[in-house]
Protein backbone atom coordinates (compact mmCIF):
# COMPACT_ATOMS: atom_id res chain seq x y z
CA UNK A 1 0.00 0.00 0.00
CA UNK A 2 1.26 3.28 -0.71
CA UNK A 3 1.91 6.08 1.67
CA UNK A 4 -0.53 8.68 1.22
CA UNK A 5 1.21 12.03 0.24
CA UNK A 6 3.93 9.95 -1.42
CA UNK A 7 4.37 9.70 -4.84
CA UNK A 8 4.82 6.40 -6.49
CA UNK A 9 7.93 5.40 -8.11
CA UNK A 10 8.22 5.68 -12.25
CA UNK A 11 7.24 2.10 -13.70
CA UNK A 12 10.51 1.05 -15.04
CA UNK A 13 10.63 1.16 -18.86
CA UNK A 14 10.54 -1.76 -20.93
CA UNK A 15 14.04 -3.63 -22.21
CA UNK A 16 14.50 -3.90 -25.89
CA UNK A 17 13.91 -8.09 -25.11
CA UNK A 18 10.62 -6.47 -23.23
CA UNK A 19 9.69 -4.60 -26.17
CA UNK A 20 10.72 -7.71 -28.93
CA UNK A 21 8.64 -10.03 -27.09
CA UNK A 22 5.44 -7.90 -27.51
CA UNK A 23 5.57 -7.29 -30.78
CA UNK A 24 5.86 -11.08 -31.37
CA UNK A 25 2.86 -11.50 -29.02
CA UNK A 26 1.00 -8.67 -30.92
CA UNK A 27 1.80 -10.58 -34.31
CA UNK A 28 0.92 -14.18 -32.58
CA UNK A 29 -2.49 -13.28 -31.29
CA UNK A 30 -3.16 -11.83 -35.53
CA UNK A 31 -1.83 -15.01 -36.81
CA UNK A 32 -4.60 -17.05 -34.61
CA UNK A 33 -7.61 -14.34 -35.80
CA UNK A 34 -7.05 -15.11 -39.26
CA UNK A 35 -6.42 -18.85 -38.19
CA UNK A 36 -9.84 -18.96 -37.04
CA UNK A 37 -11.18 -16.91 -39.96
CA UNK A 38 -9.96 -19.41 -42.56
CA UNK A 39 -9.81 -18.21 -46.17
CA UNK A 40 -10.04 -14.65 -46.63
CA UNK A 41 -10.67 -12.12 -49.54
CA UNK A 42 -8.27 -9.26 -48.39
CA UNK A 43 -9.21 -5.68 -49.35
CA UNK A 44 -5.76 -4.34 -50.43
CA UNK A 45 -5.46 -0.68 -51.20
CA UNK A 46 -1.64 -0.61 -50.76
CA UNK A 47 -1.51 1.38 -47.71
CA UNK A 48 0.42 0.39 -44.71
CA UNK A 49 -2.74 -1.38 -42.21
CA UNK A 50 -3.95 -3.24 -45.94
CA UNK A 51 -0.27 -4.36 -47.08
CA UNK A 52 0.59 -5.33 -43.80
CA UNK A 53 -2.91 -7.52 -43.62
CA UNK A 54 -2.48 -8.93 -46.98
CA UNK A 55 1.21 -9.91 -46.43
CA UNK A 56 0.14 -11.45 -43.04
CA UNK A 57 -2.69 -13.62 -44.00
CA UNK A 58 -0.82 -15.02 -47.45
CA UNK A 59 2.47 -16.12 -44.73
CA UNK A 60 0.21 -17.41 -42.06
CA UNK A 61 -2.42 -19.31 -44.40
CA UNK A 62 -1.06 -19.90 -47.14
CA UNK A 63 -1.34 -17.79 -50.87
CA UNK A 64 -4.11 -20.71 -51.81
CA UNK A 65 -6.29 -19.34 -48.93
CA UNK A 66 -5.61 -15.26 -49.25
CA UNK A 67 -6.63 -13.73 -52.32
CA UNK A 68 -5.61 -10.26 -52.19
CA UNK A 69 -8.25 -7.75 -54.02
CA UNK A 70 -7.68 -4.21 -55.11
CA UNK A 71 -10.66 -2.28 -56.01
CA UNK A 72 -10.27 0.52 -59.02
CA UNK A 73 -12.37 3.20 -59.20
CA UNK A 74 -12.30 6.85 -60.19
CA UNK A 75 -11.71 7.41 -56.47
CA UNK A 76 -8.38 5.52 -56.39
CA UNK A 77 -5.87 7.80 -56.89
CA UNK A 78 -2.86 7.34 -59.87
CA UNK A 79 -0.54 4.96 -59.38
CA UNK A 80 -1.85 3.50 -56.91
CA UNK A 81 -3.35 0.18 -58.83
CA UNK A 82 0.90 -0.09 -59.94
CA UNK A 83 1.57 0.35 -56.40
CA UNK A 84 -0.42 -2.58 -55.47
CA UNK A 85 0.84 -4.79 -58.49
CA UNK A 86 4.24 -4.43 -57.82
CA UNK A 87 3.73 -5.35 -53.95
CA UNK A 88 1.99 -8.54 -54.73
CA UNK A 89 4.88 -9.44 -57.04
CA UNK A 90 7.53 -8.77 -54.48
CA UNK A 91 5.67 -10.24 -51.79
CA UNK A 92 4.33 -13.31 -53.86
CA UNK A 93 0.87 -12.46 -52.69
CA UNK A 94 -2.36 -14.06 -54.99
CA UNK A 95 -3.96 -10.73 -56.21
CA UNK A 96 -5.95 -9.35 -58.82
CA UNK A 97 -8.56 -6.20 -59.18
CA UNK A 98 -12.26 -5.49 -59.28
CA UNK A 99 -13.62 -2.27 -60.73
CA UNK A 100 -16.80 -0.81 -57.94
CA UNK A 101 -18.99 1.39 -59.30
CA UNK A 102 -20.00 3.61 -56.28
CA UNK A 103 -19.91 6.53 -58.99
CA UNK A 104 -23.15 4.99 -60.43
CA UNK A 105 -25.24 5.31 -56.80
CA UNK A 106 -27.11 8.27 -56.56
CA UNK A 107 -26.37 8.42 -53.06
CA UNK A 108 -22.65 8.32 -53.01
CA UNK A 109 -22.25 11.09 -55.81
CA UNK A 110 -24.45 13.43 -53.91
CA UNK A 111 -21.55 13.47 -51.37
CA UNK A 112 -23.92 13.10 -47.67
CA UNK A 113 -22.04 12.56 -44.28
CA UNK A 114 -22.97 8.17 -45.49
CA UNK A 115 -20.83 8.83 -48.75
CA UNK A 116 -18.13 6.21 -47.52
CA UNK A 117 -20.54 3.48 -46.34
CA UNK A 118 -22.32 3.99 -50.09
CA UNK A 119 -18.63 3.54 -51.10
CA UNK A 120 -18.07 0.52 -48.89
CA UNK A 121 -21.05 -1.27 -49.81
CA UNK A 122 -20.09 -0.78 -53.89
CA UNK A 123 -16.74 -2.39 -52.52
CA UNK A 124 -18.62 -5.52 -51.03
CA UNK A 125 -20.76 -5.85 -53.58
CA UNK A 126 -17.90 -5.94 -56.07
CA UNK A 127 -15.90 -8.23 -53.29
CA UNK A 128 -19.07 -10.94 -52.57
CA UNK A 129 -18.97 -12.96 -55.83
CA UNK A 130 -15.41 -13.14 -55.65
CA UNK A 131 -15.20 -14.22 -52.02
CA UNK A 132 -18.38 -16.41 -53.13
CA UNK A 133 -15.76 -17.83 -55.89
CA UNK A 134 -13.19 -18.49 -52.73
CA UNK A 135 -15.33 -19.82 -50.14
CA UNK A 136 -13.90 -17.04 -48.25
CA UNK A 137 -14.58 -13.93 -46.15
CA UNK A 138 -13.31 -10.64 -46.80
CA UNK A 139 -11.23 -8.79 -44.65
CA UNK A 140 -10.33 -5.03 -44.02
CA UNK A 141 -7.20 -3.67 -42.95
CA UNK A 142 -8.78 -1.21 -40.09
CA UNK A 143 -6.69 -0.48 -37.23
CA UNK A 144 -8.01 0.45 -33.34
CA UNK A 145 -7.25 3.54 -34.05
CA UNK A 146 -9.45 4.11 -36.89
CA UNK A 147 -12.64 3.57 -34.61
CA UNK A 148 -12.70 6.94 -33.32
CA UNK A 149 -13.49 8.98 -36.19
CA UNK A 150 -16.54 9.19 -38.16
CA UNK A 151 -16.07 6.34 -40.52
CA UNK A 152 -20.12 5.11 -41.60
CA UNK A 153 -18.09 2.84 -44.12
CA UNK A 154 -16.53 0.53 -41.65
CA UNK A 155 -20.25 -0.27 -40.51
CA UNK A 156 -21.77 -0.66 -43.96
CA UNK A 157 -18.66 -3.79 -44.15
CA UNK A 158 -19.41 -4.87 -40.81
CA UNK A 159 -22.98 -5.33 -42.03
CA UNK A 160 -22.12 -6.92 -45.32
CA UNK A 161 -20.24 -9.38 -43.55
CA UNK A 162 -16.44 -7.91 -43.87
CA UNK A 163 -14.34 -8.48 -40.40
CA UNK A 164 -11.49 -6.43 -39.30
CA UNK A 165 -8.52 -8.77 -38.41
CA UNK A 166 -6.53 -6.15 -36.74
CA UNK A 167 -9.18 -5.32 -34.68
CA UNK A 168 -9.96 -8.37 -33.30
CA UNK A 169 -6.38 -8.76 -32.16
CA UNK A 170 -5.97 -5.45 -30.65
CA UNK A 171 -3.54 -3.64 -32.91
CA UNK A 172 -3.55 -0.16 -33.15
CA UNK A 173 -1.73 2.20 -35.83
CA UNK A 174 1.99 2.52 -34.23
CA UNK A 175 1.29 -1.30 -33.65
CA UNK A 176 0.61 -2.13 -37.64
CA UNK A 177 3.83 0.29 -38.23
CA UNK A 178 6.55 -1.48 -36.07
CA UNK A 179 5.40 -4.79 -36.56
CA UNK A 180 5.26 -3.94 -40.75
CA UNK A 181 9.23 -2.60 -40.21
CA UNK A 182 10.12 -6.09 -38.17
CA UNK A 183 8.65 -7.99 -41.19
CA UNK A 184 10.73 -5.67 -43.22
CA UNK A 185 7.76 -4.60 -45.27
CA UNK A 186 8.40 -1.32 -47.09
CA UNK A 187 5.25 -0.02 -46.25
CA UNK A 188 5.86 0.84 -42.74
CA UNK A 189 6.09 4.01 -42.91
CA UNK A 190 3.90 4.84 -45.60
CA UNK A 191 1.89 8.07 -45.13
CA UNK A 192 -2.00 7.78 -44.46
CA UNK A 193 -4.12 7.43 -47.37
CA UNK A 194 -7.41 7.63 -48.43
CA UNK A 195 -10.09 7.83 -51.35
CA UNK A 196 -9.61 10.76 -53.50
CA UNK A 197 -13.43 11.83 -52.76
CA UNK A 198 -12.65 11.85 -49.18
CA UNK A 199 -10.80 15.88 -50.30
CA UNK A 200 -14.06 16.98 -50.95
CA UNK A 201 -16.40 19.01 -48.46
CA UNK A 202 -19.76 16.98 -47.84
CA UNK A 203 -22.46 18.24 -50.36
CA UNK A 204 -20.32 18.88 -53.15
CA UNK A 205 -20.74 16.81 -55.44
CA UNK A 206 -18.38 13.57 -56.57
CA UNK A 207 -17.38 13.76 -60.08
CA UNK A 208 -14.67 12.23 -62.14
CA UNK A 209 -13.35 15.58 -63.12
CA UNK A 210 -13.39 17.14 -59.78
CA UNK A 211 -11.47 13.86 -58.52
CA UNK A 212 -8.78 14.22 -61.41
CA UNK A 213 -7.77 17.41 -60.49
CA UNK A 214 -7.84 16.33 -56.85
CA UNK A 215 -5.24 14.04 -57.88
CA UNK A 216 -3.30 15.71 -60.14
CA UNK A 217 -2.63 18.62 -57.60
CA UNK A 218 -2.00 16.14 -55.21
CA UNK A 219 0.39 14.35 -57.69
CA UNK A 220 1.77 17.74 -58.39
CA UNK A 221 3.04 18.30 -55.15
CA UNK A 222 4.52 15.06 -54.56
CA UNK A 223 7.00 15.63 -57.05
CA UNK A 224 7.94 18.49 -55.42
CA UNK A 225 9.25 16.03 -52.15
CA UNK A 226 6.20 16.48 -49.64
CA UNK A 227 4.71 13.32 -48.52
CA UNK A 228 1.89 13.19 -45.87
CA UNK A 229 -0.69 15.89 -47.81
CA UNK A 230 -4.50 16.20 -48.68
CA UNK A 231 -5.93 19.29 -51.52
CA UNK A 232 -9.32 20.10 -50.03
CA UNK A 233 -11.29 20.67 -53.06
CA UNK A 234 -13.63 23.86 -52.49
CA UNK A 235 -14.76 24.72 -55.70
CA UNK A 236 -11.78 27.09 -57.58
CA UNK A 237 -10.24 27.04 -54.37
CA UNK A 238 -7.11 24.31 -53.69
CA UNK A 239 -7.00 23.86 -49.85
CA UNK A 240 -3.42 22.38 -49.14
CA UNK A 241 -2.45 20.47 -45.90
CA UNK A 242 1.09 19.13 -44.88
CA UNK A 243 2.77 17.64 -42.20
CA UNK A 244 3.71 20.27 -40.06
CA UNK A 245 7.24 19.69 -40.55
CA UNK A 246 7.03 20.26 -44.27
CA UNK A 247 5.26 23.54 -43.75
CA UNK A 248 8.45 26.01 -43.83
CA UNK A 249 9.41 23.84 -47.08
CA UNK A 250 5.82 24.63 -48.79
CA UNK A 251 6.58 28.15 -47.95
CA UNK A 252 9.93 28.14 -49.04
CA UNK A 253 9.08 26.55 -52.49
CA UNK A 254 5.44 28.41 -52.53
CA UNK A 255 5.64 29.47 -55.99
CA UNK A 256 6.24 26.12 -57.79
CA UNK A 257 3.46 24.75 -54.58
CA UNK A 258 1.24 27.41 -56.60
CA UNK A 259 1.94 26.58 -59.82
CA UNK A 260 1.33 22.68 -59.32
CA UNK A 261 -2.34 23.28 -57.68
CA UNK A 262 -3.23 26.10 -60.68
CA UNK A 263 -2.16 23.37 -63.57
CA UNK A 264 -4.19 20.98 -61.83
CA UNK A 265 -7.16 23.50 -62.64
CA UNK A 266 -7.83 25.76 -59.50
CA UNK A 267 -7.34 29.26 -59.55
CA UNK A 268 -6.93 30.14 -55.70
CA UNK A 269 -4.38 27.55 -53.65
CA UNK A 270 -4.60 28.32 -49.85
CA UNK A 271 -2.08 26.83 -46.91
CA UNK A 272 -4.47 25.29 -43.86
CA UNK A 273 -1.73 26.70 -40.94
CA UNK A 274 -3.33 23.71 -38.39
CA UNK A 275 -1.21 21.29 -41.38
CA UNK A 276 -2.37 18.02 -42.07
CA UNK A 277 -5.43 16.21 -40.40
CA UNK A 278 -6.76 12.79 -41.56
CA UNK A 279 -10.57 13.08 -42.01
CA UNK A 280 -10.27 17.10 -41.25
CA UNK A 281 -13.85 17.28 -43.17
CA UNK A 282 -15.43 15.95 -40.58
CA UNK A 283 -15.50 18.69 -38.51
CA UNK A 284 -17.87 20.09 -40.45
CA UNK A 285 -20.15 17.28 -39.40
CA UNK A 286 -20.44 18.52 -35.06
CA UNK A 287 -23.46 20.76 -35.92
CA UNK A 288 -25.23 17.91 -37.61
CA UNK A 289 -25.73 14.58 -36.73
CA UNK A 290 -24.94 11.82 -38.81
CA UNK A 291 -27.49 10.25 -40.58
CA UNK A 292 -29.56 7.31 -38.68
CA UNK A 293 -27.75 3.74 -38.81
CA UNK A 294 -24.29 5.57 -40.41
CA UNK A 295 -22.40 5.77 -37.06
CA UNK A 296 -18.77 4.56 -36.45
CA UNK A 297 -17.85 0.61 -35.70
CA UNK A 298 -16.51 0.63 -32.68
CA UNK A 299 -14.51 -2.50 -30.70
CA UNK A 300 -17.29 -3.40 -28.46
CA UNK A 301 -20.00 -3.17 -31.29
CA UNK A 302 -18.13 -5.96 -33.46
CA UNK A 303 -19.50 -9.60 -32.41
CA UNK A 304 -17.40 -12.27 -30.75
CA UNK A 305 -15.57 -14.24 -32.47
Known amino acids: MSTPGR????????????????????????????????????????????AFLACVASRALGPAQALCVTA???????????????????????????ETAEMTDPRYVANGADRCARCKDALMAALAPVAAAESATVVLGVNTDDLG?????????????????????????????????????????????????????????????????????ESGLRALGLSELRVRHHGAVARVEVAERELALVWSRRAEVV????????????????????????????????ASGSATVRAGDLPAR
Open 72 to 98: VSPSLAAGEELHCRALAAEWELRWQTV
Open 7 to 50: LRPPAPEATPAERDAAIDERLTRLETVLAGIGRVVVAFSGGADS
Open 149 to 217: DFRPGQSAAAAAGARFPLVEAGLSKPDVRALSRRLGLRTWNRPAGACLASRLPYGTPVTAPTLRAVDAA
Open 259 to 290: AAVKAAGYEIVSLDLEGFRSGSLNRLLRSTPP
